[in-house]
């Protein structure tokens, strides 16, 4: 299990942006890029990972900034599929691990303007392949976050949304966002269980 390095929030440094707040905290809890700051100014994306152990399972959170010059629910809707579809499970081994959904994708997309971002993005929230994707808004000169917010919170995608909140100090309680995905496993692990004892009992009569 991958532990988790932030112990409290960090307050926003005056004069930093989110965006570039983000990228340092994210370098402070072992995520890499092989992309430079150049790199990122020039042509607008940059990608951070970083290996995750989830159980007996290896996993990847990836975080991928986009700079947009707009948006809205076409570049969304595009970006949540192209996204999920690159990082969604392709071998048969990691299929069959799927159900730990365990590579987790932010897309976080940064926002010209100082006007404030206000659609819904629960609606672009993907889980498919062991893949979630999650988009995330930032407008960094206001330094606006803003994040899906699904109704149903004790689910696998809101230990996710809270680790971000968690690393911007936005939360005050640390989060293990894989707590309830393993958990699920091991439930669905003893359902299945029961029903093939089930079928030897109806065999052996």
Same mark, same amino acid.
Not at 11 to 17: D, I, L, R
């Given at each position: 299990m991958q532990e988790l390095k932030a112990e409290k929030p960090i %307050?926003?440094?005056? !004069?930093?942006?989110v965006v570039s707040r983000l990228m340092e905290l994210l370098a402070a809890e072992g995520f890499t890029t092989e992309q430079s700051q150049d790199e990122w100014k %020039?042509? !607008?994306e940059i990608i951070f990972r970083r290996d995750e152990k989830i159980s007996f399972a290896t996993g990847e959170t990836i975080v991928i900034f986009t700079r947009v010059p707009e948006l809205n629910e076409r570049i969304l809707r595009q970006t949540s599929e192209s996204v999920v579809n690159t990082y969604k499970a392709k071998s048969v081994a990691q299929k069959v691990l799927s159900v730990l959904q365990s590579t987790t994708v932010y897309h976080c997309? $940064? $926002?010209g303007g100082d006007q404030p971002y206000s659609d819904v993005l629960d609606d672009y929230i993907v889980r498919s392949g062991g893949a979630t994707f999650i988009p995330v808004v930032m407008v960094p000169e206001i330094n606006q976050v803003l994040y899906p917010q699904p109704e149903e919170r004790v689910g696998s995608v809101g230990p996710r949304i809270e680790y971000l909140q968690f690393l911007l100090g936005e939360r005050r309680e640390s989060v293990n966002m894989h707590r309830l995905t393993i958990q699920a496993f091991y439930v669905l692990i003893g359902v299945v269980v029961v029903l093939l004892l089930a079928v030897g009992f109806s065999f052996v009569r």
């Open positions: %307050e926003s440094p005056a !004069g930093t942006n %020039e042509f !607008g997309l $940064v $926002v």
